[in-house]
Structures are given as C-alpha cells and as structure tokens.
C-alpha cells in the first residue's frame, strides 16, 4: 500500500508553492491574531483538497499560478471549517496539537475562522474569472449547508441512508469536487473533462466522508490524531449506525437507541462490537469502496498519464487509511 | 431631531431593493436552513451599511444594480457577524427578537453565520471589478482581526485610548468606510471623491462604536432591544472605562478594577455613577461627536446636494441616539 508521501511526492514542488500562499494570505500585522495563523499552519495537515486541484491541473495541462492561488483558497476556507468543528465539538486536539480553542477560548476561535474566510475570499477576489469565483463560492455555501442540515437533524433516529448521502455530499465532497473542478479549468480543459472530474472529486468526498465517520468508531484513537466518538455522542447518525437501525432484529435497534440517548454512559468497544454483529461497519465500507470506484470510473474520459494514475491511486488510498482493514 | 424613517426616507424605494437581493442571497433549498434565514431577515434591523452605500451612490451620481449587489453583500456580512457576536456574548435577544443561538445551538449559530458569510461572498464574486470584491474582502477581513485583538486584550485593564480606537476602527469603522467607497466607486466618482467618502464612512464607524459602547453602560435596555452591560462584564474595557481609570484619584480607579474583576456581583447603575463622577460618560460622548464632526468635514470638497445633506444628517443622527442626551 503507498503511503501519502509517496502519493504526494510528484507533486512536492507544486505543494511547497501552495504553502507559500496560505501562510502569505492568513498572516496579520496584528501579532495576537498572527500568532494563532502560525499555529493554524501547524495543524494543517493532509492538505488533500489542494492536492486534488494540482493533480486535476495536471491532468488536464500545465499547472500554473492561478493553481497556487486556487488551492490555497480552497485549503483557507477548509481550515476555518476545522477551526469551527473543533469549537462545536469541544476538541482539545488536532493533529496531536492542541486546538484553537483551548488553546485560547470558543470566542476566539469563532472569529479566527470567519477571518480565515474572509482572507480566502480576498484571495479569491483576484482571480479574473467570475465563473471560478463562483465555484469556490458556491462550494463554501453548500458545505455549511450540509453542516447545517446535519446538526438539525441530531437526535433524529428516522434519519435515512439516502438523506445521510445527501448531506454529506453537500458537507464535504462539494469542496472537494469544486477542487478538481477549478484544477481542470484552469488548465482549459474542454466542458467534459472538467465534468468528469468534478463527478470524480464528488465520489471520491463522499467515499472519504463515510470512512470518516467509520473511524469515528473504528479508528484508533493515536493514529487518528483527534479525540474519536463523537458523532454518537452528540447524537449524529452515521452510516453504520442508520445500517444497523435498519437491519438489526431481537431488540437490537432499541438497544443502540437507549445507547444513543444516554451519552454520558458511553464506550466506543461497545458500540463497535454491536454493529460488527449485523455487518454494519462492513456495509459502511463497502459503500465507501463503491464510491471510489466510481471515482476512479470518472476518469476513463481523460487521456492516460501520471496525474491521472495518481488521481486514480489517490481514490484507492483513501478506502484504505489505516483504522480501515481492507485495501482497495 | 430626525427620526431613522424620516432620514431613510429620500432612499426608501432603494432600500426595498436591497432587501430583496439579501433575501433572494440567504434562501435555502434546505428548509431547516431556510427557516433560520428567515429569522435572520426579521433581525435585520437598521440596514445602516446599505443606506451609507446608497447615500455615497447618489452623492457621486447615479444608484445602479451593483449598488444594490453590494449593499445587499456588506449587510449579510454584517449579519454573519451578528449572529457570531450573539453566540459570543451567548445573548438571549435581538431587536426584540429572540437570537439564533437562543432559538436552536450554539453550533447551528456558528454555522449559519459561516453560510451567510459564503453566500455573501458568493454574490459578491459576480461583481466584474476587481477592487471592488477586494474592498469587501479586506473590510471583512479588517473586522475579524479588529475583534481578535479586542478579544485579545480582555481583562487587560492597561489598554490605552489609542489603542481602543485602533481596534474600534478595524472592527466596525472598516465596513463602514468599506461602504461608502464602494458607493462612491460603484457611481464613476474620481479618487479624490472616492477618498473623502471613505474618510467620512471611517470617521462615522468611530463616532458609531464609541456610542455603542456608551449605550451598553448607559443606554436604557427596552430601547436597544439587546441585553447590555455586557463589555463590563467580559472584561472589555470600553472609552469612558479607560477614561476612568486615567484620571480616578482616591482609589476610584482601583474601585472600578475590583468591580471588573468580579462579573457576578456587577450592577449597571452603579457603573453609571462612578463613571458619572469622572465625566467619564461625557468626554466618551464628546470624542463621538468630534468624529462625527470630522466625517461632515470629510464631506466638503463633493458637491452640494440632497444625497451629501442626507449623509450630514446621518453622522450628526448617529450621536444624537436614544441614550444619548446631547444633540449635535
């Protein structure tokens, strides 16, 4: 299995470059504020939606300035996302570094990550083309969207797997198709390949989101980097959880319903135990695997070369992070 | 004394346009979603950003579609940020209205705000010229950063005038002076015109915030409609505060410390008195109308008219507020 660097690697130059942007753009002249960007950088991270926009560059052309510039938007607005998760979930730690939050106060943290936005969106501003901004914009909107629908429905046992898809694909695969999107039509690629690989960078968020939320039971909590558990104890239904609902027989259903209602009391083994019982944490990732195939069928239009092998190995790895058994 | 209705009056029909493209702007397809913008609407209150835009229009010439664009991106920032300040000071009213974060979560309030944000953003990158989505995006930025470092600095009882002034200019007068030159810029006016809105918007948002401030240890709370008191006690040292502790003798500036140092036994009226005793109420209210003042001189060098009348009115309203006993 290769790991992220080897995936990165042919694109290390390019990434370095991205980097350069983001510190430029989130930087302050105030140094309490600027302090806290600093310690933003550190907790950066996968840096996976840039990674997405330079590998849809080169697959379709030339990578060039605009790509910096677009992936150092797209990689802002999915920090301040992070700097306000980490808020609503009362983290204490990203990345084995300490969040925004404790480290200072929720305040704090609140308007860090609106003025992490705001500086995203400056940076956006000086791209020429309307239709581009518009992307980014739209992408910003509709994960909120699906953040918002998500919380609305906590504690709402009815939840389906069909409306569960939908909001994760606003949640976190509209970012990540508008990445792939804005990569390909920067590089000029004609109206089809750009859909292709918008279609590839939306199967490819949802198949992420659903191992996400699998880790979230599943994972191991130090090789995650963050506090793990949370989606059932804040009453957040999740794939294997609505599998289970539906499926499970003598009682069972209850039995994660009371679970679910009494959070003070309870243990992720527990939990991982029952729904291994009716396969659910398989279904999950079966879902998972399909959608990364499908991912990978998105790009049988475009022309064979690296950046499309490794936009294609890209899908297989992450089905196969670690806390995940099976390897595509 | 004008009235707001009387002041808004010349720019009414406008204004009903601009609250149709910030409607328009905050839909959602999701109904819980849209239900919170809705309520959002209803909160909106003075549109104080959109009518210094639209004055600054006809000041430099014609209003046209992109003022309403625009006063319709600077109000829904300036309605993300109230939502985010109500989850900030965790208060139960707006405007009479009960707030976001009162009506659902904490976490749905922030999120929303996030949205309001994006879709802002969103309509603004339809705009064709560039240093016009760059003023917005640098205002927005300015009042996050205004607002960190004021968060930054609570309980720091050695914060200067200077400095007070420093923040309050990033945190509300940026938007403010972000308003009227995008009016002015939007109706073809030169740099010379363009320059003096700006200084008027900036001189405006001073003279604006220092009365705020004034009103949250004055003001009478069945007119602000809010819950006030709320900078003593978050440890956020306001002008007449600051006022106060430079020139207190006999112990009243230490008086004052202690009643900082302990929220829970904070009384308004009490507040009220000592800074009273100190003129330190007045001389907050008379740096207001100096400000207000320099913004009717910014306005000299543009020519004469209904719209330049109108934005006097405005600067010498804004210090003449219910809470406020003198009359410019």
């Known amino acids: 299995m290769s790991t992220l660097t080897e995936l990165y690697e042919p694109i290390a130059v390019h990434l370095e470059r991205v980097r350069a942007v983001v510190d430029e753009t989130i930087g ?32 379709c052309g030339e990578v060039r300035e605009e790509h910096y510039t677009l992936a150092a938007v797209v990689e802002i607005v999915h920090m301040a996302s992070l700097v306000h998760d980490d808020v609503l979930d009362e983290a204490d730690v990203r990345r084995g570094e300490v969040t925004v939050n404790r480290m200072t106060t929720n305040e704090m943290a609140v308007i860090l990550g609106d003025f992490l936005i705001s500086r995203a969106f400056l940076l956006c501003s000086r791209i020429g083309c309307r239709e581009t901004r518009e992307i980014v914009g739209s992408a910003a909107a509709s994960a909120c969207e699906g953040e918002l629908v998500q919380l609305s429905r906590r504690g709402d046992w009815r939840l389906t797997e069909q409306e569960y898809l939908t909001i994760i694909e606003a949640k976190t695969a509209a970012l990540m198709a508008a990445s792939c999107e804005l990569g390909a039509i920067q590089s000029g690629a004609d109206a089809r ?31 995650e980097g963050k506090s793990l558990g949370s989606d059932a104890r804040k009453g957040k239904l999740t794939l294997p959880m609505i599998h289970h609902l539906a499926v499970a027989t003598n009682g069972s259903a209850e039995r994660l319903l009371a679970y679910l209602k009494a959070p ?41 070369g690296p950046a499309r092998a490794q936009l294609r190995k890209m899908a297989r790895f992450i089905v196969s992070r670690p806390g995940h058994s099976d390897c595509l």
Not at 41 to 46: F, N, P, S, Y
Not at 211 to 218: E, K, N, R, S
Not at 274 to 302: I, K, N
């Open 28 to 59: 302050s002249n105030a140094p309490a504020v600027d302090r806290l960007c600093r310690h933003m950088g550190r907790l950066r991270g996968k840096m996976l939606r840039p990674v997405l926009l330079l590998l849809a560059g080169q697959a």
């Open 193 to 223: 390949t750009v859909r292709s690989l918008r279609d590839y960078g939306r199967s490819f968020g949802v198949a992420f989101q659903i191992l996400d939320d699998v880790l979230d039971i599943a994972g191991r909590q130090e090789q």
């Open 264 to 304: 003070e009391g309870q243990d992720r083994g527990r939990l991982r135990q029952w729904l291994e019982e009716t396969d659910s944490l398989d279904y999950a990732r079966r879902l998972a695997r399909e959608r990364a195939l499908s991912a990978v069928r998105s790009l049988e239009p475009l022309p064979a």
